[in-house]
């Protein structure tokens, strides 16, 4: 499984998303203004806008919210303007990690991660330095339940255009090109089933693993410092989740 995907599946079995759920909030909001600033404000028209709102609801964020953000984005409302800003390093042993940004302060939003990358083992590197070892792909995860079965999705998917389908412990996860993601994401949808994630993401072409524990708990706290940070949307990194990982 995709370390992302491993991720944030543990973190709601730990139940730390339910937690943090003001701060995902905030971050959808983001996504969902800067995507009417750039493509409009009518979903049928701005993949971009259908899938943040998507992923709004999936998350259960209440309409209000939702239609406030698309209403900042086209300037019925005042809001911030955010910009896309980049961050890539290296986490505890050469981990490479990837890291989303939409915020209205580039000093701050600098200085939360080289902080986080600095406490906690790894350092920031320059623009470029592991963008080259994820791939840009859509990801499609469904959970699993005793109405689904294993090998008719497969084939949905499959026929659909995904690139690769995988039965993992708990979920089933579907990885698609960028351009296809789109209408493998709707065929399904119209199939019926329910995603826990449907997105488009980086994903590693190689994963790395973490022998020491104090690299492992390192890497956990980064992960956590730079995900904590309001200004970050997304953490992608080639670390290969153990299955056993208490957070």
């Not at 909030?25 to 493509?39: D, M, Q």
Request: glycine share 8%; proline share 2%.
């Amino acid at each position: 499984m995709a370390g992302h995907s491993k991720w944030a599946n543990i973190k709601h079995k730990k139940g730390k998303m339910d937690a943090q759920r003001g701060k995902i909030f905030t971050k959808l909001s983001r996504y969902i203004t800067v995507a009417v600033r750039e493509g409009g404000s009518d979903p049928e028209y701005n993949a971009a806008l259908k899938s943040a709102i998507e992923k709004a609801k999936a998350e259960n964020m209440p309409n209000d919210n939702i239609d406030r953000a698309i209403k900042k984005g086209a300037g019925d409302l005042d809001g911030a303007n955010y910009e896309e800003i980049i961050y890539e390093g290296y986490g505890p042993s050469g981990v490479a990690v990837f890291v989303e940004c939409l915020t209205d302060n580039r000093n701050r939003t600098a200085s939360d991660v080289r902080h986080a990358f600095d406490k906690f083992g790894g350092n920031l590197g320059s623009t470029g330095c592991v963008a080259w070892m994820f791939d840009r792909k859509g990801l499609i995860v469904i959970d699993k339940d005793d109405n689904i079965d294993e090998e008719e999705i497969m084939m949905q998917a499959i026929e659909a255009g995904a690139e690769d389908f995988s039965s993992e412990d708990e979920v089933f996860e579907i990885t698609t090109s960028a351009e296809d993601f789109t209408g493998v994401r709707d065929t399904l949808k119209e199939a019926g089933y329910t995603f826990s994630t449907a997105e488009l993401a980086y994903i590693p072409q190689n994963t790395s693993k973490l022998e020491e524990e104090k690299d492992i708990k390192n890497m956990v706290k980064l992960i956590d410092a730079l995900e904590d940070s309001d200004d970050v949307q997304n953490v992608y990194h080639n670390w290969e989740v153990p299955d056993d990982l208490e957070i």
